[in-house]
């Protein structure tokens, strides 16, 4: 099976700022990367696919970006509502893991 | 409009087989590119992903669960079901349905359910 590592595992920051998101894939995927946001109680969304691209209906300043073993998600500007749980996902090849998340809360 | 919804028991018995069913809407299992498939995630934990069928009936699944899990598709009444076999207190979670959608060939989950919360318990 794939590895996904994220770093770090949790992150405190002030809305307005800009965080980075790091997803380390035990071996290559390519672009086969994916990113989710997990609110409180609720199901996972889809933010970015194929590493860099936004999903319909996501605000641009969530940015993806990366290949073969090392990602990178970045939320510039930090609004109230993305304060949240992100995922990073492979899809290169089943099983189709998840790394163990990075919790972004209220500094 | 895309929507999926599980449904299924909320409280299964040790040994027991879970049978959770999704009802979807918005688009169709035959077009191609598309699946449908499930992901877990126990409380306080990351997702685990299950299985995905594909359009053309292309099943895959967890390696770690393959023997126990079985996803099947109904498309006249747009449904995916998932059983799994032997549920343990372990495989207690929240089960989401999931779409799952390709581009350039690479899968990813563009929808959600609402999940469902499985408890494990004698």
């Known amino acids: 099976d794939i590895q996904m590592t994220q770093s770090p595992s949790s992150l405190s920051a002030s809305v307005g700022d800009s965080v980075t998101i790091t997803c380390r894939a035990s071996?290559?995927?390519?672009?086969?990367l994916n990113w989710y946001q997990q609110k409180s109680g609720k199901a996972p969304e889809l933010l970015i696919y194929v590493a860099f691209n936004l999903q319909s209906g996501v605000p641009s300043r969530f940015r993806g970006s990366g290949s073969g073993t090392d990602f990178t998600l970045t939320i510039s500007s930090l609004q109230p509502e993305d304060f949240a749980t992100y995922y990073c996902q492979q899809s290169y090849s089943t099983p189709y893991t998840f790394g163990q998340g990075t919790k972004l809360d209220v500094k | 409009q895309i929507t999926l919804k599980e449904s299924g028991p909320t409280l299964v018995k040790p040994t027991q087989t879970l049978t959770l069913t999704c009802t979807f809407s918005g688009f169709s299992l035959g077009t191609s590119g598309v699946g449908v498939g499930w992901i877990r995630q126990p409380p306080g934990k990351a997702l685990e992903w299950l299985a995905l069928l594909y359009w053309d009936d292309d099943q895959r699944y967890s390696p770690s669960l393959e023997s126990r899990l079985t996803i099947t598709k109904d498309t006249s009444k747009n449904q995916v079901v998932l059983t799994m076999t032997n549920m343990d207190p372990v495989d207690a979670a929240t089960y989401y349905c999931?779409?799952?959608?390709?581009?350039?060939?690479?899968?990813?989950?563009?929808?959600w359910g609402q999940g469902i919360l499985v408890t494990v318990s004698s």
């Open positions: 071996q290559t995927i390519n672009s086969h």
């Open positions: 999931v779409r799952s959608f390709r581009v350039w060939l690479v899968p990813f989950f563009d929808y």
